[in-house]
């Protein structure tokens, strides 16, 4: 298994049978690039931290299908000499499977 940038990364390669995007989703049709190189019966998952990455995976749900949702973290932090909570940045994930 190799670990590439998509979509340069597909080239040459046999369908996957799945594509993850850890980030890069706002690249100039990327998205639709990893859609159609998947295999029928393929996943795609794709994650957002910002307004733009989500509204390109907001279109790739109303043109694919799928499911969006919105992980939030929180991590201890000192607040003073105690400790609190302090929230991460939310994840939004993207996940289909092509028919």
């Given at each position: 298994?190799?670990?590439?940038?998509?979509?340069?990364?597909?080239?040459?390669?046999?369908?996957p049978d799945a594509i993850f995007l850890g980030g890069g989703a706002?690249?100039?049709?990327?998205?639709?690039?990893?859609?159609?190189?998947?295999?029928?019966?393929?996943?795609l998952v794709a994650n957002a931290v910002t307004l733009e990455?989500?509204?390109?995976?907001?279109?790739?749900?109303?043109?694919?299908?799928?499911?969006l949702v919105r992980l939030q973290a929180t991590y201890a932090d000192a607040v003073g000499r105690m400790t609190g909570w302090r929230p991460a940045m939310p994840v939004t994930q993207?996940?289909?499977?092509?028919?």
């Open positions: 298994m190799r670990e590439q940038a998509a979509p340069e990364g597909l080239a040459g390669l046999p369908r706002t690249g100039e049709r990327v998205v639709e690039i990893c859609w159609a190189a998947l295999k029928p019966g393929g996943r990455t989500e509204a390109r995976l907001t279109a790739a749900r109303a043109a694919y299908g799928g499911d993207y996940a289909v499977v092509k028919p």
